[in-house]
């Protein structure tokens, strides 16, 4: 079994140039579901073979231009790829916003369940509570989700409640941190900003949830670069603050 | 902003060379695409069609086939711009993809006829010195070309014959008489090697 995973673990070089043959590369894709240093090792792989393709960039036919733009125009757009795995029930009251409620549920639970693949006991026990907070969110009537680039790229996806004062963060594809560097949440407002605690280390290029209460009325959700350990107030521009208002 | 001191800020600089910035501009003009902003598309195309093409023709060789190739594959981008997900790899990557897959699709499955046609194009493409012929004033090939050249000959070879030939990696074995896990491994450090010797970050 180990000779094998190494074995699947050294094709990530073939993967990345496209030199597997059909069931071999879905057998590989298989694995890199599971196997995190591949699918980064691939990521870095891809983005080289690309540097391969930009060195052999031609000048198109002339004619190509015209023809695609043409085409473009008169051919439909694919909708967005939703997420395919099963939704909440539907419950009266939020039946509007189910779908992006959902969407951010389910996000929620890849990133809890990415974890836990993971985890000791001790680690279990506190995701399931953390866990039953997120869907204590995530099924307030209120529950609202709001997602940002943000300005270093990635997305940072926000999920409030304001009758209850609660809120939710997870972020995707946040450029890494040189070391002695952390993403430090807050709930900024006017004279008054909050630390809601540091984003954990990702996972699969997404954070997991990190949880905060105590939203006031007119209070930002933001994330700004850090010392390690975090600082008592801001020290530098925000790389998204999204409103927490209706 | 928001109650911070303003002396204080420093905007946070990761990835702010030039490379970056273009990614994250294309990024941004794909995002528009997907809401089918054609203007937006017009910028895309002309910041892929001639990346998209010269690898497509460097796979496919024939001209008038890499021609019809770039269309579907550019069309594509048009179609699926909603699809791309930027936390998943920078979106001139997310395109080579598509391109080359697409073109691998037409080579691997044309006749054998065209395949022998493939095999004696492909070892020419195992040269570096092709790759400076068919690039002009491209930032990218002066290093591209050097950091191919500090790998060993067979790292250079399975790579080059694997990427621009479209060749499967067993098919690279047979056409060098290596071992299969001795291509599968020299592919693999030879691509690391050009990660680390490009600087490549992601």
């Known amino acids: 079994m180990t000779l094998l995973r190494h074995d699947l673990h050294t094709l990530t070089g073939a993967y990345a140039l496209d030199a597997l043959e059909h069931a071999e590369r879905e057998r590989f894709e298989h694995h890199l579901q599971r196997c995190q240093p591949c699918s980064h090792e691939v990521r870095g792989l891809h983005e080289t073979a690309t540097r391969l393709a930009l060195a052999v960039a031609r000048v198109p036919p002339p004619q190509l231009r015209e023809r695609v733009l043409t085409t473009a125009a008169r051919t439909r757009q694919h909708p967005p790829v939703m997420d395919q795995r099963p939704a909440p029930k539907p419950r009266s009251a939020w039946i509007p916003r189910l779908a992006a409620v959902a969407a951010a549920a389910a996000v929620a639970v890849a990133v809890v369940l990415g974890i836990m693949q993971s985890a000791t006991q001790h680690q279990l026990d506190r995701v399931q509570a953390q866990e039953q907070a997120i869907e204590a969110v995530l099924t307030a009537p209120d529950a609202r989700i709001v997602s940002h680039r943000t300005s270093v790229g990635g997305t940072a996806t926000v999920v409030f409640s304001e009758a209850s004062h609660k809120m939710f963060v997870t972020t995707a594809g946040l450029p890494p941190l040189p070391a002695g560097k952390v993403y430090q949440l807050w709930l900024i407002a006017p004279g008054s900003n909050r630390s809601a605690g540091l984003l954990p280390a990702p996972s699969g290029g997404r954070t997991a949830p990190v949880l905060a209460s105590g939203l006031a009325a007119g209070d930002k959700a933001g994330v700004t670069v850090e010392p390690a350990g975090g600082s008592p107030q801001p020290t530098t521009t925000p790389i998204f603050a999204i409103p927490l208002a209706g | ?202």
């Not at chain 2, 998209?52 to 711009?81: C, F, H, M, T």
């Not at chain 2, 020419?124 to 092709?130: G, H, I, K, T, V």
Request: aromatic share 6%.
């Open chain 2, 1 to 202: 902003m928001d109650g911070m001191n303003p002396r204080d800020m420093r905007a946070p600089e990761p990835g702010t060379g030039p490379q970056e910035r273009d990614d994250r501009d294309l990024d941004w003009l794909l995002a528009r695409v997907a809401r089918g902003d054609q203007t937006a598309f017009e910028q895309v195309y002309d910041r892929l069609a001639g990346p998209a093409y010269g690898l497509i023709r460097k796979v496919v060789r024939d001209p008038a086939q890499s021609e019809e190739v770039a269309q579907e594959v550019l069309l594509e981008v048009w179609r699926n711009a909603s699809r791309f997900d930027p936390s998943r790899g920078s979106a001139m990557t997310w395109v080579m993809l598509i391109a080359h897959r697409r073109a691998i699709d037409r080579v691997r499955s044309a006749s054998a006829e065209t395949q022998r046609n493939q095999k004696s194009a492909a070892v020419a493409a195992a040269s570096p010195d092709e790759v400076a012929e068919e690039v002009e004033a491209n930032l990218d090939r002066e290093r591209v070309r050097r950091c191919l050249n500090s790998l060993t000959d067979l790292q250079r070879e399975s790579i080059t014959l694997a990427y621009y030939g479209g060749y499967t990696y067993r098919q690279v074995a047979g056409l060098l008489s290596v071992a299969l896990g001795t291509i599968k491994t020299r592919i693999r450090d030879g691509l690391i090697r050009m990660r680390d010797c490009m600087e490549v970050t992601w």
